[in-house]
């Protein structure tokens, strides 16, 4: 599978015509790629080592509104810059884009080259590096669900967002005949992707009407949220030109299921050995998976803000659309917020399912990681498996049900100012505080249906 490049294989392909601009991108909070268009000839020149952002980027919201309140960043610190550097080993073609290269950022310090602690990638980074003193790999693989629209974005925009048109007209999960109606679409994105170096397996329908996922093949932490933060861009991007659109919207209308990223997990060790796998156990879950579990039951509470991160997403845990309600675990039990799967396998991993697909992939894994190696460093015990429709177990662990609460909940949590170090959670639970002021101020147009005459 061709579409990495060297400097040197990018100087080629500029030379022959094939590549002339190159993206040169960090992360934002929301997952999305920030940056830059070079002229292949100035990144080949001098690009490539590095170049600036404002550092406002990491303080903005959905709607690229700067949010006052931030220690990072701020307009009494008068909004300076931070130091993109190229992570040339993220350097790739993008097919879906004409003679375009792309290259991932990460955010550093302008003065001293650290990175910004606060940012997406670095995040992620620590809680690898935590692993690795361990002795760990830790690999990971995302299962990516979105709506694909008739309807561009601009049509959405000139109709007040009504009026909304999917693709196919009724469940489509997979349904080969319903999603060849959305083929055009998913075979230049599978195609794409494998252009552009990212291990894609597969697309299929999901269990709403226009509803699909993409699947990409598991890789090291790292990695994997690097494919899926391209991946959505590509998703959308690809829409766009056919006059489509698609939404990652965990929950884009209240009686439609919702979209989620679940987050599949496991431990190698650095010799490349099935860290989780026991094939004596009923499970197959060796005592280091079991902790790393329990870890992420005795946390998942308090770690559910960067795996539900809007308003928004918390709308997707409802009862009876296969977004879970529960966090507990269950094997091959697809109603239980952490669902054991590969028993008797060395692929046997912990899927967790209660992520949306609005989640930052960067700090989601952090947190989920950050939660696993506590269990193993705790060595904590695993509870006992919950079996049978967690929708009606009485009791049991329930996933927050408002942004709020998980706010309050992160930043309540001495663990995780630890884990993830104080300035990440005030920043991140700053940003939920923001998100839940702006939906209480705006009027919805529900409370206008409902009222405006009755009221």
């Known amino acids: 599978m061709s579409g990495y490049l060297t400097l040197e294989t990018l100087g080629a392909a500029f030379e022959a015509g094939e590549i002339d601009t190159v993206v040169v991108a960090g992360v934002d909070m929301q997952g999305r790629l ?199 861009a590509a998703t959308r991007e690809i829409a766009h030109a056919m006059g489509k659109s698609v939404t990652f919207m965990a929950k884009y209308h209240h009686d439609k299921a919702g979209s989620s990223s679940h987050v599949h997990q496991s431990l190698w060790g650095t010799d490349g050995s099935a860290a989780f796998a026991d094939k004596a156990d009923e499970n197959g879950m060796s005592a280091l998976m079991k902790h790393f579990l329990a870890g992420q039951l005795a946390h998942a509470r308090e770690i559910t803000l960067f795996l539900a991160p809007y308003v928004n997403s918390y709308k997707r845990f409802c009862v009876g659309l296969f977004a879970p309600t529960k966090a507990v675990w269950s094997a091959d039990n697809r109603t239980a917020g952490f669902r054991v799967c590969g028993a008797g396998t060395k692929a046997v991993r912990v899927e967790c399912r209660i992520g949306g697909a609005d989640l930052n992939p960067y700090t989601a894994c952090a947190a989920l990681l950050a939660a696993g190696l506590d269990g193993i460093e705790q060595k904590l015990a695993l509870e006992p498996e919950l079996k049978g429709d967690m929708y009606a177990a009485e009791g049991a662990r329930e996933i927050p049900k408002t942004l709020r609460e998980a706010a309050d909940l992160a930043e309540g949590s001495s663990w995780l100012r630890g884990a993830l170090g104080a300035a990440v959670v005030e920043h991140y639970v700053h940003a939920a505080r923001w998100e839940i002021a702006e939906a209480d101020r705006v009027v919805t147009d529900w409370e206008l249906k409902r009222g405006l005459e009755q009221a």
């Not at 650290?114 to 935590?130: G, H, M, N, Y």
């Not at 990971?140 to 049509?155: C, D, G, K, P, R």
Request: proline share 4%.
């Open 34 to 232: 920030m940056g830059k268009r070079f002229h292949a000839a100035h990144f080949l020149s001098h690009g490539w080592e590095e170049t600036h952002c404002c550092n406002y980027l990491l303080t903005v919201d959905m709607a690229m509104n700067p949010v006052p309140g931030y220690e990072a960043a701020s307009w009494a610190q008068g909004y300076g810059d931070y130091l993109m550097k190229p992570d040339l080993a993220t350097l790739r073609r993008v097919p879906w884009l004409e003679g375009t290269a792309l290259v991932l950022c990460d955010l550093l310090d302008h003065h001293t080259h650290e990175e910004i602690a606060v940012s997406p990638r670095a995040i992620l980074k620590r809680q690898i590096a935590r692993a690795k003193a361990l002795g760990y790999d830790a690999m990971m693989a995302t299962e990516l669900e979105f709506f694909v629209f008739e309807n561009s974005y601009e049509q959405f925009r000139d109709t007040g967002f009504q009026n909304l048109v999917p693709i196919s007209g009724y469940n489509e999960d997979y349904h080969i005949f319903q999603t060849t109606k959305e083929e055009p679409l998913m075979r230049a994105l599978r195609n794409g992707l494998y252009g552009a170096g990212i291990p894609v397996e597969n697309t299929k329908g999901e269990a709403e009407a226009g509803q699909a996922e993409v699947n990409i093949r598991y890789a090291d932490a790292l990695t994997t949220a690097d494919h899926h933060t391209i991946t959505k």
